[in-house]
């Protein structure tokens, strides 16, 4: 998939300050379609258009690859049909919760490396299946959560649940990188 934001750029820098909590409130909308996309504090990666009708049907996996000032992040992962009408269809909602740290293995923890560039792989816990129409884009939305209804995870590499307001004092920096990619699960068109 390749970054909107701006498709030249090699990587894509995210910075989120858990301290700043004036967004405390805010939630995705919950709309199933919608004219717009509000990205809040996220990155936003979108495929070239499909040539052809495509229907998808599993398990979405994806393959991120990136550098992080912290030892571990909280990520929601929310996925769209962008339409060639110029609507975008949520293809699952909620968005899939990952913790950085356990993707690879959900009973160990692995920390990431702080300053190094790194990939991580992961599969939604969610089947997804829509046929996807021709000239259509697949949109993925990646925001760090820190929404006050969850547990913050401030990245110390600690236990999340013995971190505090205190351990958000240096914002979170992310650098994606456009190779970061998503593998879709997709079926052969009847003729």
């Keep these: ?5 701006n498709p030249k ?3 894509t820098p995210q910075t989120i300050r858990f301290q700043d909590r004036s967004d ?5 909308p919950n709309d199933l379609i919608s004219r717009s996309l509000v990205t809040h504090d ?8 499909l040539p052809k009708a495509t229907r998808m049907s599993g398990l979405i996996a994806g393959h991120l690859d990136f550098v992080v000032n912290k030892m571990d992040m909280d990520l929601d992962v929310a996925m769209y ?3 060639s009408s110029g609507e975008y269809l949520r293809l699952f909602n909620p968005a899939d919760a990952l913790r950085l740290s356990y993707a690879a293995d959900r009973v160990h ?9 790194q990939q991580v792989a992961f599969t939604s816990e969610r089947m997804t299946s829509r046929q996807l129409e021709q000239g259509s884009r697949l949109v993925m939305v990646l925001r760090i959560s820190k929404r006050p209804d969850r547990e913050i995870n401030y990245g110390t590499g600690g236990d999340v649940s013995d971190e505090s307001m205190a351990d958000g004092k240096v ?4 650098r994606w990188f456009n190779d970061s990619y998503i593998e879709v699960p997709v079926q052969a068109m009847p003729r």
């Design 24 to 28: 405390a409130g805010w939630l995705p």
């Design 1 to 5: 998939m390749v970054s909107r934001t």
């Design 81 to 83: 049909e962008l339409r």
């Design 42 to 49: 996220a990155v936003l990666y979108q495929s070239d258009p």
């Design 109 to 117: 923890r692995h920390l990431l490396k702080a300053g190094e560039r």
């Design 171 to 174: 914002p979170l920096k992310v």
């Design 9 to 11: 750029l090699a990587a």
